[in-house]
Nanobody, 117 residues
Framework: QVQLVESGGGLVQPGGSLRLSCRAS????????MGWYRQAPGKERELVAT??????INYADSVKGRFTISRDAAFTGFLQMNSLKPEDTAVYYC????????????WGKGTLVTVSS
C-alpha cells in the first residue's frame, strides 16, 4: 500500500524550533486526513494536529499557537514546531487516512523529538 517516513526529529533546547517532514513511499494525491501524533514515554499516543483534504486544520490545545501543520501539493506533510517545551518530548508519528476503507490509516515509524538543555 503506502509507507510514510518521518524525518526532522532531534535534540533541541527549550524554546527552540524543529520542522518535521512526512514523505510517502509513493505519490498520493487524494488523502482524506493527514495528521501528526506523538507518544511520550509511559503515555498514550495523542493527536497533535490534523489537516483535511479540504484544508480544515485542528490542533491539540497543548500545541495551539506554537505548532503549524501543513502539506504541499503532493501531500508531503510538515509540522513546524516553535517554542518547544520539555513536555513536547515524544516520538512523533505521521498518519494518512485515504479513501480506501482502512479505518486506521497508514503510519510512519516515528521520529524522536527531545526537548532538553
Amino acid at each position: 500500500q503506502v509507507q510514510l517516513v518521518e524525518s526532522g526529529g532531534g535534540l533541541v533546547q527549550p524554546g527552540g524550533s524543529l520542522r518535521l517532514s512526512c514523505r510517502a513511499s509513493r505519490s498520493i494525491f487524494t488523502i482524506a486526513v493527514m495528521g501528526w501524533y506523538r507518544q511520550a514515554p509511559g503515555k498514550e499516543r495523542e493527536l497533535v494536529a490534523t489537516i483535511t483534504s479540504g484544508g480544515r486544520i485542528n490542533y491539540a490545545d497543548s500545541v495551539k499557537g506554537r505548532f503549524t501543520i501543513s502539506r504541499d501539493a503532493a501531500f508531503t506533510g510538515f509540522l513546524q514546531m516553535n517554542s518547544l517545551k520539555p513536555e513536547d518530548t515524544a516520538v512523533y508519528y505521521c498518519n494518512a487516512q485515504l479513501y480506501d476503507g482502512n479505518p486506521t490509516g497508514y503510519w510512519g515509524k516515528g521520529t524522536l523529538v527531545t526537548v532538553s538543555s
